[in-house]
């Protein structure tokens, strides 16, 4: 494992945030897409996830099931009542950093990698001004087919501009 291939991990987790809330925006098949999303870039089909997301709510707030990421990222599970659907905040933009007081924070042991730092998102209601800032850690497991799976991932808001999702 290489960092290089960490990062491309994290951009593709930015990258479908992004894709996954334009679907839903634009009345597509935002389901489908966050499955894959999931199926992708995390572990729940052949290993454990710790997953606590950013605005899940106690005593749902750790996640170890596929559903129940599921739920977090586009509501909709009368099984998680709290989840309105992280993606439905209309993310137009995602970027991260894996830096901590100036320094590259990932660690790369054998096959696992953890990665620390910021994801920056900007949504249609705050394109203009304050980005969403969210401390992250995710810690990633080389698959027996070199794909990169996430086993945590656990991130705390560390700035709330207004979430609002956006007017349709």
Not at 34 to 45: C, E, H, P, T, V
Not at 83 to 105: H, M, P, R
Request: charged share 25%; proline share 4%.
């Amino acid at each position: 494992m290489t960092e290089d291939e960490v990062n491309e991990a994290q951009q593709a987790w930015c990258d479908g945030l992004v894709a996954i809330s334009k679907a839903y925006k634009e009345g597509g098949d935002y389901r489908g897409l966050a499955g894959k999303f999931i199926d992708d870039l995390y572990d729940f089909q052949d290993g454990r996830v710790f997953f606590r997301p950013t605005l899940a709510m106690a005593p749902q707030n750790f996640r170890t099931t596929r559903a129940g990421a599921l739920s977090y990222f586009i509501g909709e599970d009368p099984n998680f009542p709290k989840d309105k659907g992280f993606i439905k905040l209309g993310w137009v933009s995602a970027t991260y950093d894996n830096c901590i007081e100036g320094k590259e924070a990932i660690q790369i042991h054998g096959n696992t990698a953890i990665a620390m730092g910021n994801v920056y998102l900007r949504n249609e209601v705050n394109i203009g001004g304050t980005e969403t800032v969210v401390d992250k850690v995710f810690v990633y497991r080389k698959d027996d087919d070199g794909n990169l799976r996430l086993i945590v991932h656990n991130s705390a808001v560390s700035n709330l501009p207004p979430l609002e999702a956006p007017e349709d």
